[in-house]
């Protein structure tokens, strides 16, 4: 074979595969669209189920999985916001710092499953908030937490020294420094890893398994230490533990639950394109 | 007279071992222009962040011997490092605005120093700017980006920044490194106005900008201070060789 024949093979490969990532994730989407749309309507969105979940809408998973997000936001923003600030700002090489970003790299390489059983034996039993809303948060805010972290530092070490030197010149404190200078301007980097860390949080099964999740709820959760049903655990008891359930309810929940993770994911894109085009310099 | 800056037999080393000032010893007088010159990398820019410890931000630097601020040591215990900045205050070779407005970067340094009176803010902004030569430029533009401004405007809206806290002594390093010849002259122009305000420690430019501004001046070459003069006679009559050799254009 000639150069220009290898040449033109290896660019058909590299192009092939690039191809191939697109397939799946089209295949996926396509086909959860098509089988489940037409499972999608307005009482699907807010009525409760019924007729053993045959029947009716998923609201309470709708509603449960956006009341979990909005409190692994709570659990985990304050934590993993305040230890990037400390990893990125304040933290020397030592070795408090290198057991703290041990840690970081570890929670991140822990399986989700390892997550529910840790939620269950520290959140449910232990500290005895039983099946809930806020052990399920609390566990998924944990699981969350690196992802965060490392965007946050991310987008505070990017923030440009000289802004910092020239905040102390001027009589700024450290703190000071970063509150007026530094968190403003790594505000897109740190919204677009929280979005983004909660919209994985927000498929997870697995952690909600043991610490949060009820199979089914004939009403909506009033505290937050109660159960509530939720969109990912949801979709895993209709396809695989009630029989004779009909696919469309399935897609559809799948639809549901796609859309959700989409748009929190468009949400950080958006930010982040819109903060950005504010940036001066 | 008590000098406003004494500086008494000062070593400092950088973290990775390097030497940048070694048995360096100046005083300097209120309300002079003092340029401290000499080829890159000998010292002058490590002396004038030490002035206001902005070396404080590098770890594991060494430093004996003193210096004096008022007759105050300024690393001693007791010292606030916000306060001491705002009464020696620094201005950068590159023009670095901060995010936000011209009004914004100008009253920055009040703010964080926990000045909300929106009239003497008002008023520093004024004086400061017109300090700086720069008021009749941007008074209709007080709420603009701050970097909409030509690097010429940023540099002079810097120094008016430093201005706006009313510092006892105005570090300039380099000030007029990145502008064109009618900034620079600007620049130059206002600091005879401001010495009868303030003491000004400056790198120049250049020997010529250092001739042209100096009341005073110290040559410093590798880490020492060679000598000290009156302007007149240390750029027309140095006494030692080398000082002799770099205005002359021998090396450097």
Redesign the interface.
């Known amino acids: 074979m000639s150069r220009q024949q290898v040449q033109k093979l290896a660019v058909g490969i590299i192009t092939g595969v690039a191809v191939l990532v697109v397939v799946p994730i089209v295949l996926v989407i396509l086909m959860i669209v098509v089988m489940g749309i037409g499972a999608i309507n307005w009482e699907f969105l807010t009525a409760m189920p019924t007729d053993g979940m045959k029947v009716g809408g998923i609201m309470p998973a709708i509603l449960g999985t956006i009341i979990l997000t909005l409190g692994t936001a709570l659990v985990c923003m304050p934590v993993a916001i305040g230890a990037a600030i400390y990893l990125a700002e304040y933290a020397?090489d030592n070795r408090l710092t290198r057991w703290v970003r041990l840690a970081i790299v570890n929670l991140a390489g822990i399986p989700s499953v390892v997550y529910g059983l840790f939620g269950l034996g520290v959140f449910v039993l232990f500290l005895g908030f039983g099946t809930s809303i806020l052990a399920g948060s609390l566990t998924l805010g944990i699981m969350t937490l690196p992802v965060i972290i490392s965007t946050s530092e991310e987008a505070i070490v990017a923030v440009p020294n000289?802004?910092r030197?020239?905040?102390?010149?001027?009589?700024?404190?450290r703190w000071?420094t970063i509150w007026?200078?530094v968190l403003?301007?790594a505000l897109p980097g740190i919204i677009t890893g929280v979005i983004l860390g909660l919209s994985r949080a927000a498929g997870e099964t697995a952690p909600l398994l043991f610490t949060a999740a009820a199979f089914y709820l004939p009403e909506l959760p009033r505290t937050i230490l109660e159960p509530t049903m939720a969109l990912p655990y949801h979709l895993y008891v209709i396809s695989t533990q009630v029989p004779d359930m009909p696919l469309s309810i399935q897609y559809g929940t799948a639809l549901v639950l796609l859309l959700f993770v989409l748009s929190l994911t468009l949400a950080a894109t958006l930010v982040r394109t819109r903060m950005r085009r504010r940036?001066?310099? | 007279m008590l000098p406003k800056i004494s500086i008494q037999d000062l070593y400092f080393t950088y973290d990775d071992g390097v030497e940048a000032l070694r048995h360096f010893s100046l005083d300097i007088y209120a309300n002079e222009i003092f340029i401290l010159f000499g080829p890159s990398r000998s010292g002058k820019t490590t002396l004038l962040r030490l002035l206001n410890r902005l070396t404080d931000l590098i770890d594991k630097a060494e430093i004996r011997g003193k210096i004096l601020f008022n007759g105050q040591d300024i690393f001693a215990r007791s010292v606030n490092v916000a306060d001491l900045r705002r009464r020696i205050s620094m201005v950068f070779a590159l023009p670095t605005p901060l995010p936000g407005t011209i009004y914004d970067n100008l009253t920055y340094g009040l703010r964080v120093a926990g000045i909300r009176d929106k009239a003497y803010l008002n008023e520093r902004v004024e004086r400061s700017l017109q300090q700086a030569a720069l008021w009749e430029e941007v008074k209709d533009r007080l709420h603009q980006s701050a970097f909409a401004l030509s690097g010429g405007q940023q540099q002079r809206l810097c120094i008016a920044r430093s201005l706006a806290l009313e510092p006892d002594i105005i570090l300039l390093d380099n000030p007029t490194s990145g502008l064109d010849p009618l900034s620079t002259s600007m620049v130059e122009d206002s600091l005879e106005e401001l010495k009868e305000q303030y003491t000004i420690i400056m790198v120049p430019h250049s020997t010529q900008q250092a001739a042209r501004v100096a009341d005073r001046a110290g040559f410093i070459l590798d880490g020492e201070l060679i000598e000290v003069g009156v302007a007149g006679e240390l750029f027309t009559s140095p006494k030692n060789q080398q000082t002799d050799d770099y205005i002359t254009g021998r090396f450097g």
């Open positions: 020397r000289r802004f030197v020239v905040s102390l010149s001027l009589g700024a404190t000071q007026h200078q403003p301007q940036r001066e310099w």
